[in-house]
């Protein structure tokens, strides 16, 4: 969220976000069906999830393995990304390389550029 907020204007179309780390609360919060949260679908109900919450046009999510061990059976990179647009919701796949912190910073990269619009700050441009 740092770097949206870091983007000129955000204020105008940047509602708000929300952390749902534990399973616990992406099941009770956003809706996100009990079982595995590493998932295409779970990436798709999280994102509903919270642009139901916030009341947006638009919700976003990122649900992957970044830590140094498999989860939920995966390897470590592997990374699914919902977007929910007005009734409209996919996810898309990634597997990723590095460490933690660049597996996260790939994730978001590959996330914003799913709003579709031309964020220069974030974007590196």
């Given at each position: 969220?740092?770097?949206?907020v870091?983007?000129?204007?955000?204020?105008?179309?940047f509602i708000g976000?929300l952390?749902?780390?534990h399973?616990?609360?992406?099941?009770?919060?956003?809706?996100?069906?009990p079982?595995?949260?590493v998932?295409?679908?779970?990436?798709?109900q999280?994102?509903?999830?919270v642009?139901?919450?916030l009341?947006?046009d638009?919700?976003?999510?990122?649900?992957?393995v970044?830590?140094?061990e498999?989860?939920?059976?995966l390897?470590v990179?592997?990374?699914?990304v919902g977007?929910?647009?007005r009734?409209?919701?996919?996810s898309?796949?990634?597997r990723?390389?590095g460490?933690p912190?660049?597996i996260r910073?790939?994730a978001?990269?590959?996330?914003?550029?799913?709003l579709?619009?031309?964020?220069?700050i974030?974007?590196?441009?």
């Open positions: 969220m740092a770097r949206i870091a983007t000129p204007s955000s204020g105008d179309w976000g952390v749902a780390y399973a616990e609360m992406k099941f009770d919060l956003l809706g996100v069906e079982g595995r949260v998932t295409a679908r779970a990436a798709e999280m994102a509903e999830g642009r139901r919450l009341r947006a638009v919700g976003l999510s990122t649900t992957g970044a830590c140094p498999t989860e939920e059976g390897p990179g592997s990374v699914f977007v929910a647009d009734g409209d919701v996919q898309h796949r990634l990723l390389e460490d912190d660049a910073q790939q978001v990269d590959f996330a914003i550029t799913r579709g619009g031309d964020f220069p974030l974007m590196g441009k």
